[in-house]
């Protein structure tokens, strides 16, 4: 696979008004949001609640692609037809979580370590034959009492770098995710350090390991306060923060930056994206790749009725890409 090849998947990826729904759930994450909506976490239940998001009319008009999970990219529509295949023929990239989670890391209380590299290469020939032209490998930071340490972060960025260059190696573009939690009282200054020293390290391990810039794709937190800081930043703070943060950190020569929700709330992360932009112009297009906020309205509307509400929570599914399209515009008019 060339570098242009990669280079030109990971620019649709991110074209200009368009960004990636995350539908990578894995089975225990997935089984918890049924929970909270009371819906039982059985196979049949994946597979349709997926169908809905992925072939909601239009979505391709504000969605480039899409994070599928292993048992995902292996099912098809009602009608017999891939996923993989339904997107690529509806205009969306369809893309794979390829890491196996977090496990503690030895020696570190309250830090963790993605895994997954373990036969990844082999792994990664099966998802391209199985039609995925990107990857994604998500990296947690916690922000506590002395943490995130050195190692933490280092040992991390470390696991995404080994992951991205495989990726590379097997012809799909690698979304490198490093996720700052929002979990925790920190303030919004706390954040922007430890964000800005988990890039510096991510892209320290991206460049030792020969990992090609033009074919990758950054997935981030934006800098925010902590979900139980009593002074909560706004919305101008946030864009401010975090577009600092990325311009301080970042190669211009990357293809693009999407962003993940984290636990924000819908029309947050519509408006952060929004006001990031509205900063621009800036070296890179700066786009979504948000879960819980392209999803939230849409499970909740399903779970009400199986059969009868697909219609009404896709039309959710589409006004959420709209709004965050725009905004990936600079062009969201708010509501
Ligand atoms: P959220 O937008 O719900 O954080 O999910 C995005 C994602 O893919 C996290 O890995």
Redo the contacts with the bound molecule.
Sequence with gaps: MSIEQLAETALAMVAPGKGII?V?ESTATIGKRFAAVGIDNSEEHRRVYRELLLTTPKLSEHISGA?LYDETLRQSTRDGVPFARYMAEHGMIPGIKVDSGTVPLAGFPGELVTEGLDGLRARLQEYYRLGARFA?W?AVINIGDDIPTGTCIDVNAHALARYAALCQEQGLVPMV?P?VLMDGDHDIETAYEVTEAVLRSVFGALYEQNVLLEGTIL?TSMVVSGKDCAEQADVQEVAESTLMCLKSTVPAILPGIVF????QGDEDATAHLDAINRLGPNPWPLSF??????QQAAMALWAKDIAGNTGKAQETVYARARANGLAALGQWQGG
Excluded at 260 to 263: D, I, N, R
Excluded at 289 to 294: D, H, I
């Design positions: 995350a990578d994070i994604k998500r995710e996720e997935k993940l929700s984290g636990g790749s948000y879960g819980r906020a392209m």
